[in-house]
Each structure stands twice: as C-alpha cells, then as structure tokens.
C-alpha cells in the first residue's frame, strides 16, 4: 500500500520552513526520506523506526508517530540547495521492502 | 567504500527490441539488491528485489524480468519492450538489515519509441 504524501508541491522563499507529511493505512516499522534533484539518483536523508523517534540533522529533521502511522520531515530556515522532489518510503513488517510515496516537489526561490 | 554503478547511463531502444540493464556493486558483500522504475515526474516502483543469488521477488507483474547472476550483479531484462516500459531505471542495494539505508545508483533513463 503506497503511503500518501502530502502537500504535492510547495514553493517557498529562502529562509521560510516547511513540513512535508507521510501517511500508511498499515502498521509501519520503519520511514525513510530522500530527496531526489532532477534527473539524478535519489539521496538519503533519514531513517526513522518505530518508537516515536525524532531525529535531526542541521536544519532538517523528522518526526515517526507510529500510533498514528505517519512521519512528517521539518524543513526549517530552507536553502535554495533544499529544492528538490522528497520521497517517503515506508516499510512494514521488516519486510526488507520500501514502498514510495509520490513525492512532494518542493521548490525555494531566492 | 562502497560504490554502486548502473549502465548504460542513457538508452532508446524501439518497441519489441530486448532490453538488458546491469547494476554491480562494489565494496560489499551479500547485499540486498533492487530494481525500481521512476516514470517522468512519478514516484518510485519497485519491480523486483533480490537477498542472494539467484533469489529474485517480483513486485509487479510485466514483461520486465530479473537475474541475479552473481552476489553483486544485478540484471533487469526484457525480451519486448513496450512504450510503457519508458522510464528512469533505479538499481539499490542495502547491507541487508531491514533498516538500513537504500543507496541508490545513478540510474539509466530508457526512453521506448
């Protein structure tokens, strides 16, 4: 079952924040984010497992609410180097397995 | 280090010609390897995954097929290609563990005319 992403764009000024969210109708073990430029490979952000972890690095980070069964990922004070298209990938189960959401395209004008 | 490579980087092949995509991986030892297909502005697919030699699992049934020849090789094939099976060809691996992270590859763009 594909996770459902949310907003599909945001265009935000350099300096702004955003929140990117990431819900599963099914029981998560894991949430992964990347964030993929165009025409390139996507790049590992985070990893969040099941617990209700937080987790950080710089300016982003990223939140796991496992009763609720969705992950968001905090943008703050955004870079013009933060635009790009940021995929979750959900894994249930420790299934070994990711399954991606759509993405959300987020773009930072100067 | 460990460092993944996918080629060819670019490829047009016409409808009903085969099609053979290679991954390698190097630096590591049995990793988990996967085949996704990203169409344009579209999110990731997972086409097929694979924990060892000769272990393949298809996600998505299509006439796309999947061949693990050796521990760090990883083969998608098709022997038709259809306009469909355009796309943006993603090979991963991972060292195994279900939580580990997924490195993908550069990627190979196919485009089907």
């Known amino acids: 079952q594909q996770p459902v992403q949310s907003p599909q764009a945001v265009i935000l000024r350099e300096g702004e924040d955003a929140v990117i969210n990431c819900s599963s109708s099914k029981a998560l073990y894991s949430v992964h984010w990347y964030r993929q430029k165009h025409g390139e490979a996507p790049v590992f952000l985070m990893i969040l497992l099941k617990g209700g972890e937080q987790k950080g690095h710089e300016k982003i980070s990223a939140s796991f609410n496992e009763k609720k069964q969705q992950s968001s990922l905090y943008l703050t004070a955004s870079q013009l180097s933060y635009s790009g298209t940021y995929f979750c990938?959900?894994?249930?189960?420790?299934?070994?397995?990711?399954?991606f959401g759509s993405g959300t395209q987020l773009t930072v004008l100067p | 280090s460990q460092t993944i490579h996918q080629w060819p980087a670019t490829l047009v092949q016409p409808v009903g010609s085969p099609l053979s995509l290679e991954c390698t991986v190097e630096g590591t030892s049995n990793p988990n390897l996967y085949w996704y297909r990203q169409a344009a502005g579209r999110g990731l697919q997972l086409l097929f995954y694979?924990?060892?030699?000769?272990?393949i699992s298809s996600e998505v049934p299509q006439n796309l097929s999947a061949s693990r020849p050796q521990d760090r090789q990883f083969i998608l094939s098709s022997k038709k290609l259809l306009l469909s099976d355009s796309g943006f060809y993603l090979c991963a691996w991972t060292p195994g563990l279900s939580t580990d992270t997924q490195y993908f590859g550069p990627g190979t763009r196919l485009t089907v005319l």
């Open positions: 694979s924990v060892g030699i000769g272990q």
């Open positions: 990938g959900t894994e249930i189960g420790s299934a070994r397995q990711l399954t």
